[in-house]
């Protein structure tokens, strides 16, 4: 569902994201792991197409993010770090500007809104603006606008900053329940127990480069604590890449 090939992308003489290649299959959550300006970030917006690669390609569904953005984009739920929302827009008619990018009818934004809003406790809100909201209302938002058009590629940026505990919960139950239809997930955090709670594999990227991927099980092999958590195995590894 989401192959990165060579993937590199450079700010000037600044390499943020140097030769990653990595596959995630669909029904995977994908823990992508790293240190304050590891990479983590610039390579996401890359996936979702609002970076162009130095070189290397993103394939989405087997369509190249650079040649058929459409049609990738098609595929993808995004949820960005930062909730970005039109303040002068309800969350309802929010999620109906969405949809008409998405080309969902009208009747179906309303079904698929009114099931979200309800799953995000937003019903008493739905009709305010959104520059009214918290970060954590404006978050639910988002990810309401991720799971409209019911893609198959989720990318999710920091996914609980904000959340109180009730819908960081509620959150981390969808995104499983996501992965079990077959969904590919792909979740970039720096709360490591939300990974090791969450993902089948992670991947860990520092300065750049992916220097460590798999199953828990199989990144602890590496660690020289075998029976390390990943709070460990994450700062063993990245202080071995320095």
Not at 5 to 23: C, H, N, P
Not at 82 to 89: A, I, V
Not at 193 to 204: H, K, M, N, P, T
């Amino acid at each position: 569902m989401i192959k990165l090939t060579r993937l590199t992308k450079s700010f000037g003489s600044q390499i943020a994201v140097d030769d990653l290649s990595l596959d995630v299959e669909g029904g995977e959550l994908f823990g992508f792991l790293g240190p304050n300006g590891a990479g983590k970030t610039t390579t996401i917006k890359m996936m979702a197409g609002i970076l162009k690669p130095t070189s290397g390609k993103v394939e989405i569904a087997g369509f190249d993010v650079q040649r058929q953005p459409e049609r990738a984009k098609m595929k993808i739920g995004y949820v960005p770090d930062d909730p970005y929302l039109y303040d002068r827009l309800t969350a309802r008619e929010y999620l109906e500007f969405v949809g008409g990018l998405y080309r969902l009818d009208k009747k179906t934004v309303g079904i698929r809104s009114a099931e979200l809003f309800e799953i995000f406790d937003m019903n008493g809100w739905v009709d305010r603006k959104c520059e009214e909201y918290s970060h954590g209302m404006r978050q639910k938002v988002v990810f309401c606008a991720a799971f409209l058009h019911d893609p198959t590629v989720l990318i999710v940026d920091e996914p609980v900053v904000g959340l109180d505990p009730r819908s960081t919960k509620m959150v981390k139950d969808f995104l499983k329940q996501y992965a079990a239809k077959g969904v590919a997930v792909f979740i970039s955090t720096h709360v490591l127990s939300i990974a090791e709670e969450l993902c089948d594999r992670v991947g860990i990227i520092n300065k750049g480069k992916l220097i460590g991927v798999g199953s828990i099980a199989q990144l602890r092999d590496r660690a020289t604590q075998r029976d390390a958590n990943l709070e460990s195995l994450f700062l063993e590894l990245t202080c071995d890449s320095t």
